[in-house]
């Protein structure tokens, strides 16, 4: 059993940068792949960006690719994703996942409470 908490969300505007911080509990958390997806109002949640297990591999959007960045830090229990260069259609509440491969599905089993994200024009 893994447990989510997401952190980092806010209001920014287009052009900045937020970090959102995913702290996991439990003592198997570096054996999961984690995920981070994003729902927007009255839209289906889509995939964002989502890493192995060991941090070695990495896979993205291709709306995100080279604006954000997920990580982990497994001595913390923390996977990071690093957004830069906002614009306002990343607007969504965004939420992260625990699995066991790196899917770009959201066939996760675990998930957060997810994180608000707001980008003004």
């Known amino acids: 059993q893994v447990q989510l908490v997401e952190s980092g969300g806010g209001l920014v505007q287009a052009g900045g940068s937020l970090r959102l911080s995913c702290a996991a509990s439990?003592?198997?958390?570096?054996?999961?792949?984690m995920g981070w997806f994003r729902q927007a109002p009255g839209k289906v949640r889509e995939f964002v960006a989502a890493?192995?297990?060991?941090?070695?591999?990495?896979i993205y959007a291709d709306s995100v690719k080279g604006r954000f960045t997920i990580s982990r830090d497994s001595a913390k229990n923390t996977v990071y994703l690093q957004m830069n260069s906002l614009k306002p259609e990343d607007t969504a509440v965004y939420y992260c996942?625990?699995?066991?491969?790196?899917?770009?599905?959201?066939?996760?089993?675990?998930w957060g409470q997810g994180t608000q994200v707001t980008v003004s024009s």
């Open positions: 996942a625990a699995g066991v491969g790196v899917v770009t599905t959201p066939d996760y089993p675990y």
């Open positions: 439990g003592r198997t958390f570096g054996s999961y792949a």
């Open positions: 890493i192995s297990w060991n941090g070695g591999s990495t």
